[in-house]
């Protein structure tokens, strides 16, 4: 099992370009979600998905789509990149969204110039 | 609502030093806990959790026990190697919500 995916490891954007991080989890899992971690800010939820079909907005959502593909996918899109975007993103994954421990992709180092 | 609150860091020790790293949490009815840790580079991995109140949780000579009375987790280790600086994280997930972490704490171990 890889457990949880993600690409790219690292990506330089620049201001205005849009790109999007995608993630995948083989523990037939049903919630997936995303974060960034800013140096010194702990984890900041972006968004989450608590089961195929349904995404629903975390701590900071603005700036940010996403995408529940199917239930093993789960992408990020960033539209128009802001270097207060730089940091680093993770995906991850639990079997249910409540009482449930959630696994996690190696991240996404991600700068914005 | 939930919420977790953990000591500040950076928390620096010299190896074979004793550490206690305090998680003290808010939460409706009886929630999960657990201890999450982060490697340089890496992505947060579960080191230990307790699901009921008296619980204790270990793994890689690491322990926490679940004090309802205290609404505590306190991370301990016996005597602590440079292999365990890193950075932790303690985590809540209660049965009507999703999981809730900690800001983190730093830890480094001197040689």
């Known amino acids: 099992n890889a457990g949880v995916t993600q690409t790219p490891k690292f990506q330089v954007l620049k201001t205005g370009q849009s790109m999007t991080l995608q993630c995948a989890q083989d523990?037939?899992?049903?919630?997936m979600y995303w974060y960034r971690q800013d140096p010194g800010m702990g984890l900041r939820l972006i968004y989450y998905s608590a089961s195929e079909g349904t995404t629903d907005k975390g701590e900071v959502p603005n700036g940010y789509n996403v995408s529940r593909l199917n239930k093993r996918e789960f992408s990020l899109r960033l539209e128009s990149a802001a270097p207060s975007q730089t940091s680093v993103y993770f995906c991850?994954?639990?079997?249910?969204?409540?009482?449930?421990?959630?696994?996690f992709g190696p991240g996404t180092r991600l700068t914005v110039l | 609502g939930n919420s977790v609150t953990q000591m500040e860091g950076p928390v620096t020790l010299s190896e074979e030093a004793f550490l206690t790293i305090n998680c003290t949490y808010t939460a409706t009815g009886y929630p999960s806990l657990f201890w999450y840790v982060q490697y340089p580079g890496e992505g947060l991995q579960l080191l230990l959790k307790a699901t009921k109140a008296d619980d204790k949780g270990s793994n890689k000579g690491f322990e926490a026990t679940y004090r309802k009375e205290t609404t505590s987790f306190h991370l301990e280790k016996g005597s602590v190697q440079v292999s365990d600086s890193a950075v932790y994280f303690c985590a809540l997930s209660n049965r009507d919500d999703k999981i809730i972490f900690g800001k983190g704490t730093r830890l480094h171990i001197l040689p």
């Open positions: 523990m037939n899992h049903n919630s």
């Open positions: 991850a994954s639990s079997e249910q969204l409540a009482s449930s421990e959630q696994f």
